[in-house]
């Protein structure tokens, strides 16, 4: 086999991702209680077309063929989120054992079939019966996140090696809280800002219990971080732009990683709070040290002021060549990104938890799932994270969304991020092409 031209360090961490609510369905078996994401895809108008996750990809049930199927793909690692309804029910108090028992064989199967288990304890599926009690919005809910951080790790931590504490803080604060585009589809700025520091908390509060629970592994979380960047040198543009970037990125990488909320936030959030919820050791907690950071990458905004807004508002100038969602592709965001979370964030280890391409596809005449733009996506992403790692970042891992197709929260099934297709009728998992394109990448640890 030829050397590839884009060569990765022995050992570099080839996965695939997945989250619990969008593949596993048994959504009411076992014992697994509700979550925000159960009753907001029941919610008429939430989701497209009204999908829910109550089947899914019925991973809970297939879970070893897929296993079987990612040992097919020669991945290292895999990432998966327990969904924290089926290990404790209503979220605090009794255990359920058949939850765990569940994520019990699901390590075992993974390490049978010598891939390594990437655990994230929170991809968005909030039990109910927390969200009843006010959910993110209440500081308690923090404590409740700790206490079920130290149930897993107590029955996993002596398999798994990589703990994510939570998915995309800012999706589940702000998607959920502010835009109502998620679960719990609240729209109101104060709460989406004080869910944030209490998700953060939580966050701290899980690493202190992992800690505590003697972890061996090594801890971190996911943040989803966007290149920003203005429309125009105008000086209003490039507010805006700093505004977004806030918001978006420096609201999480400063508490993390400098114990302190950005400089500008107090003002920026000034309408809405005044940060009253935060106490005394907080932020302390929240940077609490990490072994390694992951990184989700799906957009590079150009950013300009809003006229409706001056003062706190940004406009989002639409891509030039829009995907199916909307976006534009950038790979040079994400070496942009590992650039600068390694040179003015950490030193820690870097993980590419996500990146991926919705795309709408389809199986031609021949049988082919012919997703060219998305093997040139990862292609074009891979060869960014190769940059950054070339200029020295400890980039020690790349995780293509999604490992297979799967509930795409508020686009239901309607959009395909997988590199296997599903096709729910019948469950039957395909190989895109893309698939075995990234097979190839990781046996060559590296592209042509
Ligand atoms: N959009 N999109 C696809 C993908 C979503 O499916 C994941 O669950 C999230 O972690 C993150 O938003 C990214």
């Given at each position: 086999?030829?050397?590839?031209?884009?060569?990765?360090?022995?050992?570099?961490?080839?996965?695939?991702?997945?989250a619990?609510y969008?593949?596993?369905?048994?959504?009411?078996?076992?014992?697994?209680?509700?979550?925000i994401w159960?009753?907001?895809?029941?919610?008429?108008?939430?989701?497209?077309?009204?999908?829910?996750?109550?089947?899914?990809?019925?991973?809970?049930?297939?879970?070893?063929?897929?296993?079987?199927?990612?040992?097919?793909?020669?991945?290292?690692?895999?990432r998966?989120s327990?969904?924290w309804?089926?290990?404790?029910?209503?979220?605090?108090?009794?255990?359920?054992?058949?939850?765990?028992?569940?994520?019990?064989?699901?390590?075992?199967?993974?390490?049978?079939?010598?891939?390594?288990?990437?655990?994230t304890l929170y991809h968005w599926d909030l039990?109910?019966?927390l969200q009843?009690?006010?959910g993110w919005a209440n500081r308690?809910t923090a404590e409740h996140f700790a206490?079920y951080a130290?149930?897993?790790?107590?029955?996993?931590?002596?398999?798994?090696?990589?703990w994510l504490t939570l998915n995309e803080p800012y999706c589940s604060a702000v998607v959920g809280h502010l835009e109502?585009r998620h679960a719990p589809?609240v729209?109101?700025e104060?709460v989406a800002v004080t869910a944030v520091h209490h998700l953060l908390l939580a966050h701290g509060k899980a690493v202190?219990?992992?800690?505590?629970?003697?972890?061996?592994?090594?801890v971190g979380i996911t943040c989803n971080l966007t290149?920003?960047?203005?429309?125009?040198?105008?000086?209003?543009?490039?507010?805006?732009?700093?505004?977004?970037d806030l918001h978006e990125n420096r609201m999480y990488l400063d508490p993390l990683f400098r114990a302190a909320y950005p400089?500008?936030a107090?003002?920026?959030y000034?309408?809405?709070t005044?940060f009253?919820f935060v106490?005394?050791?907080d932020l302390?907690l929240i940077a609490a040290?990490l072994?390694f950071f992951g990184v989700n990458y799906y957009e590079?905004?150009?950013?300009?002021?809003?006229?409706?807004?001056?003062?706190?508002?940004?406009?989002?100038?639409?891509?030039?060549?829009?995907?199916?969602?909307?976006?534009?592709?950038?790979?040079?965001?994400?070496?942009?990104i590992?650039?600068?979370v390694?040179?003015?964030y950490t030193?820690?280890?870097?993980v590419?938890t996500e990146?991926?391409?919705?795309?709408?596809?389809?199986?031609?005449?021949?049988?082919?799932?012919?997703?060219?733009?998305?093997?040139?996506?990862?292609?074009?992403?891979?060869?960014?994270?190769?940059?950054?790692?070339?200029?020295?970042?400890?980039?020690?891992?790349?995780?293509?969304?999604?490992?297979?197709?799967?509930?795409?929260w508020?686009?239901?099934?309607?959009?395909?991020?997988?590199?296997?297709?599903?096709?729910?009728?019948?469950?039957?998992?395909?190989?895109?092409?893309?698939?075995?394109?990234?097979?190839?990448?990781?046996?060559?640890?590296?592209?042509?």
């Amino acid at each position: 086999m030829p050397e590839p031209s884009v060569r990765f360090p022995d050992g570099f961490l080839w996965g695939a991702a997945t989250a619990a609510y969008q593949i596993e369905g048994a959504v009411a078996e076992d014992g697994r209680g509700s979550s925000i994401w159960d009753t907001f895809s029941h919610t008429p108008g939430a989701v497209l077309r009204g999908d829910t996750g109550d089947i899914a990809c019925d991973h809970y049930h297939r879970w070893r063929e897929d296993l079987d199927l990612l040992r097919d793909l020669g991945v290292g690692a895999y990432r998966f989120s327990v969904a924290w309804p089926r290990v404790i029910p209503a979220g605090t108090g009794p255990v359920n054992p058949a939850g765990l028992d569940f994520y019990d064989r699901l390590v075992d199967g993974l390490l049978e079939r010598g891939i390594t288990p990437m655990l994230t304890l929170y991809h968005w599926d909030l039990p109910q019966a927390l969200q009843d009690t006010g959910g993110w919005a209440n500081r308690d809910t923090a404590e409740h996140f700790a206490d079920y951080a130290s149930v897993v790790h107590g029955r996993l931590g002596d398999r798994v090696p990589y703990w994510l504490t939570l998915n995309e803080p800012y999706c589940s604060a702000v998607v959920g809280h502010l835009e109502g585009r998620h679960a719990p589809g609240v729209r109101d700025e104060r709460v989406a800002v004080t869910a944030v520091h209490h998700l953060l908390l939580a966050h701290g509060k899980a690493v202190a219990a992992l800690r505590a629970g003697g972890a061996t592994g090594q801890v971190g979380i996911t943040c989803n971080l966007t290149s920003v960047h203005p429309a125009s040198d105008d000086p209003a543009d490039v507010a805006a732009a700093r505004r977004l970037d806030l918001h978006e990125n420096r609201m999480y990488l400063d508490p993390l990683f400098r114990a302190a909320y950005p400089e500008d936030a107090a003002a920026h959030y000034a309408p809405v709070t005044d940060f009253g919820f935060v106490r005394d050791g907080d932020l302390q907690l929240i940077a609490a040290p990490l072994d390694f950071f992951g990184v989700n990458y799906y957009e590079r905004h150009h950013v300009a002021a809003d006229p409706a807004d001056p003062v706190r508002g940004w406009r989002r100038v639409p891509p030039e060549h829009p995907t199916v969602t909307d976006i534009g592709i950038h790979p040079e965001g994400l070496a942009e990104i590992l650039d600068r979370v390694a040179k003015e964030y950490t030193p820690l280890p870097l993980v590419v938890t996500e990146t991926g391409l919705a795309l709408h596809d389809y199986a031609g005449p021949d049988g082919e799932i012919a997703d060219d733009e998305r093997i040139a996506f990862f292609d074009g992403h891979i060869r960014a994270a190769h940059d950054a790692l070339t200029r020295g970042v400890p980039l020690i891992g790349f995780f293509p969304w999604s490992f297979m197709d799967n509930f795409e929260w508020a686009s239901g099934y309607g959009v395909r991020y997988g590199i296997y297709y599903v096709d729910y009728p019948t469950q039957r998992r395909t190989p895109k092409r893309s698939a075995r394109w990234y097979a190839g990448v990781i046996r060559a640890n590296g592209l042509e």
